[in-house]
């Protein structure tokens, strides 16, 4: 089991910055591929990146590539997104996710969810 408690949301003006983080409890934290997925309102929930177990291996979204970048800590049981250059439509609730496929970089087969974390864009 994992438990996922994510953080650093926040209200942020258009062309800032934030880092989320995502801490997981769990001793297996290292063998999990991690993932950052999102919901505006009204739309269903989209990928945003992924994350290999050791780190080595990253995949993002269209919409976000460039701008956002996965990374983990495995020492710290961490995984973080910072989000540089935001925009109005990055506004949403965004949640980390853990897969028992240690080099899962797709948009699904994820097992563990966070709560999430609400990251507001203002124009």
């Known amino acids: 089991q994992v438990q996922l408690v994510e953080s650093g949301g926040g209200l942020v003006q258009a062309g800032k910055s934030l880092r989320l983080s995502c801490a997981a409890s769990?001793?297996?934290?290292?063998?999990?591929?991690m993932a950052w997925f999102r919901q505006a309102p009204g739309k269903e929930r989209e990928f945003v990146a992924a994350?290999?177990?050791?780190?080595?291996?990253?995949y993002y979204a269209g919409s976000v590539k460039g701008r956002f970048t996965i990374s983990r800590d495995n020492a710290k049981n961490t995984v973080y997104l910072q989000m540089n250059s935001l925009k109005p439509e990055d506004t949403a609730v965004y949640y980390c996710?853990?897969?028992?496929?240690?080099?899962?970089?797709?948009?699904?087969?994820?097992?563990?969810w966070g709560q999430g974390t609400q990251v507001t864009v203002s124009s």
């Open positions: 996710a853990a897969s028992v496929i240690p080099g899962n970089l797709y948009a699904y087969d994820y097992d563990y």
């Open positions: 769990g001793r297996t934290f290292s063998s999990y591929a």
């Open positions: 994350i290999a177990w050791d780190g080595g291996s990253t």
